[in-house]
């Protein structure tokens, strides 16, 4: 990748993502779990299934089963037994006999159809079909949801409510996925102190760790915390040298600016290499991306609204890329009216925080979240999507169409 001189022109926020995701590649090694403790994790070897699912003909209904032929000749039956969920009917059917059958019943050899026990009447120990039939109606076959040997999962896909439930009807126990990412993270700031001390005057506390440890698990991610790190040169670089001895990424927040205190970018040029640290975004200018010896860098802005974003539209691709899924999409983007003005200085792309909404006309529309302060952490509450407002857009008008890019789960509940 280029590197950018220090007097680098600024970055669109594209051609950052574009550059971040061309640089890497899942260089993971395998291992193999248990089902149980899979939630989150990527596949690193696709599945096929080692049976059918369901494995053998059932019932889909609660009725009778008898043969269709029987029927073109008579529409009664003698009930010669019963075939319930794990307690088949093992006898051959005779001719004009039906069997009482539940569903998931296995289906008894020479029962081809399925009469709902609503369409029959039952008298004594025999039944006159009422209905109108169709041969095969109610029967579930083998085979049907997933046939042996078929893929079911795909390599690089993670595993959550939609994907584990099927490797379990399988019988499968164990699977192959990439190891978690190990991500280091730390926060600088001489003004910093973390949730549970007392503050002092000009302190802040640190809002970018819990944010960031946060969203790295909802990713999957294994965090390693490095805690608050001071705006000293000699700790930062003793710290980013530990870092990159036991993560396969480092994400650090504050210190990226142009600031007198901005150790983290001196060092990692020192150490490895800077990519970038700037981007025409908004909120998120200074953001760095680089790599140490063995581990990638992403330095994300001190404020914690950028930092939140940064994390979220940059680190979030580029992490799941590492970590080797490649089915991860961001959500889509749409059109929505703006019935709030928004304020925007050509130059740099916005996300601006939203509040979406449908109008009287089934319109999707859109309201800004009122300050968009990159200290104004408390709009994210308020707010379900970025608003994206183009790089060189100016101040939008109510009524104005815009593009609007609804939260995923890292921002959700
Ligand atoms: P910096 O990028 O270090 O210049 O920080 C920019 C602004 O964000 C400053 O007002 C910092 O005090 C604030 N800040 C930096 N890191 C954090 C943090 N972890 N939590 C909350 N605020 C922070
Ligand atoms: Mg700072």
């Keep these: 990748m280029t590197c950018y001189s220090m007097s680098q022109p600024l970055l669109s926020f594209e051609q950052a993502l574009n550059n971040i995701l061309l640089a890497t590649s899942t260089l993971l090694p395998k291992e193999i779990i248990s089902l149980v403790n899979a939630n989150t994790r990527i596949l690193a070897e696709s599945v096929y299934s080692p049976i059918n699912v369901p494995p053998f003909d059932n019932a889909a209904m609660d009725g009778y089963g008898i043969r269709f032929d029987d029927w073109l000749k008579n529409q009664s039956f003698i009930v010669a ?18 069997i009482r059958i539940m569903t998931g019943a296995a289906i008894p050899e020479g029962v081809d159809t399925i009469i709902m026990q609503e369409y029959v009447d039952l008298i004594d120990n ?20 997933i046939q042996q040997g078929k893929q079911v999962l795909a390599e690089g896909c993670q595993l959550g409510i939609t994907q584990l439930p099927i490797l379990a009807s399988l019988g499968i126990d164990k699977v192959t996925v990439y190891r978690r990412l190990k991500v280091a993270i730390f926060s600088t700031g001489d003004e910093l102190v973390s949730v549970g001390s007392a503050l002092g005057n000009g302190q802040l506390y640190d809002t970018n760790r819990f944010t960031i440890k946060l969203m790295l698990e909802k990713l999957g991610c294994q965090v390693i915390d490095l805690g608050i790190v001071p705006d000293n040169e000699e700790v930062i670089r003793q710290t980013l040298q530990r870092a990159d001895q036991q993560a396969d990424v480092i994400i650090s927040s504050g210190g990226v600016s142009v600031g007198d205190a901005d150790y983290t970018k001196k060092i990692l040029s020192e150490q ?20 140490l010896e063995r581990a990638w860098f992403c330095g994300l802005p001190g404020n914690p609204v950028s930092a939140a974003v940064t994390f979220y539209q940059l680190v979030q691709p580029f992490l799941m890329k590492l970590s080797g899924n490649s089915q991860w999409q961001r959500p889509k983007q749409f059109k929505a009216k703006a019935i709030t003005p928004l304020k925007k200085v050509p130059g740099r792309t916005d996300f601006q925080r939203g509040k979406l909404s449908i109008n009287q006309h ?11 302060g990159s200290h104004i952490f408390s709009a994210f509450n308020l707010s379900d999507c970025f608003i994206v407002l183009e790089r060189e857009r100016g101040s939008v008008d109510i009524n104005e169409w815009v593009t609007v890019e609804p939260f995923n789960a890292l921002l959700k509940e």
Excluded at 362 to 372: D, K, L, R
Aim: proline content about 7%; overall charge positive.
């Design 362 to 372: 089934g319109e999707w529309q859109v309201s800004s979240t009122g300050q968009q």
């Design 81 to 98: 037994g019963c075939a319930l969920a794990g307690q088949p009917y093992k006898q051959p059917l005779s001719t004009q006999q039906s």
């Design 272 to 291: 490895g290499q800077v990519y970038f640290w700037k981007i025409a975004m908004k909120p998120g200018k200074p953001f760095a991306f680089g790599k």
């Design 126 to 145: 025999r039944i006159v079909i009422n209905q109108p039939i169709k041969k095969g109606q109610h029967i579930r076959l083998a085979g049907e949801d």
